[in-house]
């Protein structure tokens, strides 16, 4: 019995050996997808920036030889056209980023959102094209997700309900959220 027990314990050590190994891994390999995602985005602000900028400057230029009220409705439209191309720019960018990295950003979402309504299984509603992305992302889960059968109608991210709760996550929700804080700081950066 006592080399039964012994074997039974060398098994047990091994597997949980093998266990923090592979989870100390994907801790490693998320947080490596996260950090291109987070590089990725700084680039594509910046990018936005300098091609706002100049599209800023040309229209400027253009509306600043107009007098009068004409000539400054016509600036600040152009403004606000430059701001909607640079939150639609981000917005683009989120949904060209490739899988893995996209994946990355689900799942951080869905752990944010989780942890924002109490515990029990949470049903994720995604646009077709998501969804096997949403199937890889909720099968790494540290909460009960399920996906759901009918396709949300939003270009990007997710929807996830429980209950009565939902909360959407979906990108074009998360951009327009961010809108509202960030649009004075855009303007700053893009019209001094």
């Given at each position: 019995m006592n080399g039964i027990e012994k074997i039974t314990g060398k098994i047990l050590?091994?597997?949980?050996?093998y266990a923090a190994k592979t989870e100390a891994d994907a801790k490693t390999e998320a947080a490596g997808i996260i950090a291109e995602a987070e590089k990725a985005a700084s680039s594509l602000i910046d990018e936005a920036?300098?091609?706002a900028e100049k599209e800023a400057r040309s229209m400027a230029e253009r509306a600043g030889s107009s007098a009068g009220l004409a000539g400054r409705n016509t600036v600040l439209e152009a403004k606000n056209t430059l701001i909607d191309r640079a939150f639609d720019l981000a917005k683009q960018k989120i949904l060209n980023l490739d899988?893995?990295?996209?994946?990355a950003l689900l799942a951080s979402l869905l752990t944010e959102a989780a942890a924002d309504v109490p515990d029990g299984r949470y049903v994720m509603s995604v646009n077709a094209k998501d969804r096997e992305t949403a199937q890889r992302v909720i099968d790494?889960?540290?909460v009960d997700v399920l996906l759901s059968d009918y396709d949300a109608d939003i270009e990007g991210g997710f929807i996830l309900r429980r209950g009565d709760i939902e909360i959407n996550c979906s990108v074009e929700k998360i951009i327009g959220g961010l809108r509202r804080i960030l649009e004075s700081d855009v303007f700053k950066?893009?019209?001094?």
């Open positions: 050590d091994e597997a949980r050996d920036r300098l091609q899988r893995d990295s996209y994946g790494g889960a540290a950066v893009l019209f001094g």
